[in-house]
């Protein structure tokens, strides 16, 4: 009889994106992450090095679905007839409502590690380009070619995710969106 369990390496990503997301990566620890991931901590060093490399490829493998998942919510929205901007705002006014919402896992990584060499900062860097990317398109639908008013518009929704997590408030969203259209407007 086959397993119907994912393989101890894909169950090791999954424990450690899960459990770095809720707890903190320095507060995670490889004995809860093996446990969590029904294997032994021999199993997870035969598949990482370490668990600084662990949390990095977990990580990694988050960003572009990411990414992708936000820009198709965002584009559902737009196909619906809203504002390629004000579509990105309630889309993140749904996730930063979510009950599991602890902020941007992305931004989380790269301010709890204080290490410059430590895997999740490409990482982190990475997502966090690729959200500017997606922003700069958003501003370009609407007809926005400046890249001035496509950084403003960047860090009001990098501010967002920072607020919106620290202070536990999904209005934030709303309000950014209105910060980001008047920027938009000027």
Same mark, same amino acid.
């Given at each position: 009889?086959?397993?119907?369990?994912?393989? %101890?390496?894909?169950?090791?990503? +999954?424990? #450690?994106?899960?459990?770095?997301?809720?707890?903190? @990566?320095?507060?995670?620890?490889?004995?809860?992450?093996?446990?969590?991931?029904?294997?032994?901590?021999?199993?997870?060093?035969?598949?990482?090095?370490?668990?600084?490399?662990? !949390?990095?490829?977990?990580?990694?493998?988050?960003?572009?679905? $990411? =990414? &992708? %998942?936000?820009?198709?919510?965002?584009?559902?929205?737009?196909?619906?007839?809203?504002?390629? !901007? &004000? $579509?990105?705002?309630?889309? =993140?006014?749904?996730?930063?409502?979510?009950?599991?919402?602890?902020?941007? /896992?992305?931004?989380?990584?790269?301010?709890?590690? /204080?290490?410059? #060499?430590?895997?999740?900062?490409?990482?982190?860097?990475? +997502? @966090?380009?690729?959200?500017? #990317?997606? !922003? $700069?398109?958003?501003?370009?639908?609407?007809?926005?070619?400046?890249?001035?008013?496509?950084?403003?518009?960047?860090? @009001?929704?990098?501010?967002?995710?920072?607020?919106?997590?620290?202070?536990?408030?999904?209005?934030?969203? $709303?309000? #950014? %969106?209105?910060? %980001?259209?008047?920027?938009?407007?000027?």
């Amino acid at each position: 009889m086959a397993s119907t369990q994912p393989p %101890a390496r894909e169950r090791l990503l +999954h424990a #450690a994106a899960l459990l770095t997301y809720t707890g903190g @990566i320095e507060a995670t620890g490889v004995d809860a992450i093996a446990r969590t991931a029904g294997v032994t901590k021999r199993t997870l060093y035969q598949h990482f090095r370490s668990k600084d490399e662990l !949390v990095g490829t977990a990580l990694e493998l988050r960003d572009q679905p $990411a =990414l &992708d %998942a936000l820009r198709t919510a965002v584009d559902r929205r737009v196909s619906r007839g809203a504002k390629p !901007v &004000d $579509a990105l705002f309630t889309t =993140l006014a749904k996730l930063f409502g979510g009950d599991a919402y602890r902020g941007c /896992a992305f931004q989380n990584a790269g301010l709890e590690v /204080a290490d410059p #060499a430590h895997p999740v900062h490409p990482v982190t860097r990475s +997502h @966090i380009d690729g959200r500017a #990317a997606l !922003v $700069a398109d958003l501003c370009r639908e609407e007809g926005v070619d400046d890249p001035e008013v496509h950084e403003a518009v960047r860090l @009001i929704v990098e501010g967002a995710f920072v607020v919106s997590a620290t202070q536990r408030d999904a209005a934030v969203a $709303a309000r #950014a %969106a209105k910060a %980001a259209r008047r920027v938009l407007q000027r």
